[in-house]
Nanobody, 124 residues
Framework: EVHVVESGGDLVQAGGSLRLSCAAS????????IGWFRQAPGKEREGVSCVIRRDGRTRYADSVKGRFTISRGNAKNTVYLQMNSLKPEDTAVYYCAAVMFSTCSLNGYEYSYWGQGTQVTVSA
């Protein structure tokens, strides 16, 4: 059974950094994509970043490009989202999601498996 869990959310001051972790288990092969999404209260879900687990190719939303970095961890099933220069506008629940045999997409509807979310709060 595929299981996705994210962690690392916290309360930080503007300009600070956080690293979110995503662990995806239950995949037989490495042909899957991990995406990071976020949703603030009253706002639509936004695709933040994605990575193809097998080859490391990535995409970023314009709103985070240059500040956030997605990467594959040393463990095969781990993906990180390094968030630097955080802004209050980054405050949201961040979700890790996974899908097999797909391209690197920032469209949440492309993803099949979702974590429970982790809260990131950036104070001014």
């Amino acid at each position: 059974e595929v299981h996705v869990v994210e962690s690392g959310g916290d309360l930080v001051q503007a300009g600070g950094s956080l690293r979110l972790s995503c662990a995806a288990s239950g995949f037989t092969f490495d042909d899957y994509v991990i995406g990071w999404f976020r949703q603030a209260p009253g706002k639509e879900r936004e695709g933040v970043s994605c990575v193809i687990r097998r080859d490391g190719r990535t995409r970023y939303a314009d709103s985070v490009k240059g500040r956030f970095t997605i990467s594959r961890g040393n463990a095969k099933n781990t993906v990180y989202l390094q968030m630097n220069s955080l802004k209050p506008e980054d405050t949201a629940v961040y979700y890790c999601a996974a899908v097999m045999f797909s391209t690197c997409s920032l469209n949440g509807y492309e993803y099949s498996y979702w974590g429970q979310g982790t809260q990131v709060t950036v104070s001014a």
